[in-house]
């Protein structure tokens, strides 16, 4: 017994129609197999260009907050380089047009 299947069901007619069953199946999986991979391959294409997208808007992000880091870390040090210096004057307000001299 093979799969279920008696030996005389094997010979002759039972055997060709197993046969073509199991192909057909086959087939129908090759081919559902087909249209999953060729789905699959455009949610890939999807996926890679919104992850570019994520990318592009994360490193604009993070160039935004380096120059606002770099303006607040200048004015920072120039007011400490006046404070040690005592030059400034205490009633002008620091900002980034303000000058130590």
Known sequence: MLFGISNSSQSGFG??????????EQQEACKKFED??????????????????AFKKNLADLADLEIKHAKVSFLFFRAR?????NV???????????SCT
């Not at 055997?15 to 057909?24: D, M, V």
């Not at 060729?38 to 997208?53: F, N, W």
């Open 15 to 24: 055997s060709s129609s197993f046969l073509f069953l199991a192909e057909t």
């Open 88 to 98: 400034c004057s205490r009633t002008a307000p620091m900002n980034e047009n303000a």
């Open 36 to 53: 999953i991979s060729a789905l699959a391959k455009t949610e890939l294409k999807d996926l890679k260009k919104r992850r570019v997208l």
């Open 81 to 85: 380089l006046c404070w040690k210096k």
